[in-house]
């Protein structure tokens, strides 16, 4: 069940080119079957034994391509950078980083450059708030 709910597409990855596996077998079946009964009595089915298994191929090739294309989408995306944006709340000095785990929208970030650095011992006082978590390219993930 814990492997179900971290990655549902490994799981139906296989199942996906098991079917597509048995959807070629199939349309070879079909068009093998259509090739070898040519000249017998029915050319009609053997016309649509070739045309359906030639059907099925073009398919089956067609999903594979576009499953290709969606993976070297969703590793492109998942090239994204996130930026966290840190505004101080004293002199509004931004700054933009990256991302780093444990970023959240209104946290404290990194101190500010730019005030001098208090004499409180916490150092809080000093650090900036972030205001914003993006998506490196414009679309914005959070904002409150
Ligand atoms: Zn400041």
Redesign the pocket.
Known sequence: MRALEKSPASLLVPFYFFLLGLLILFSLILLVQGVTGAGRNDSFTNMLFIMTGLTGLVSTFYMIRRYQVSVQKMLKERKTVVLTVEE?S????KAVRPFREGDYVYGYGEE?P??PKGSGDTGVE?R?VITAIYLEGGRQEERY
């Open positions: 101080c004293k002199c509004s000095y500010c730019r005030c000093n900036m």
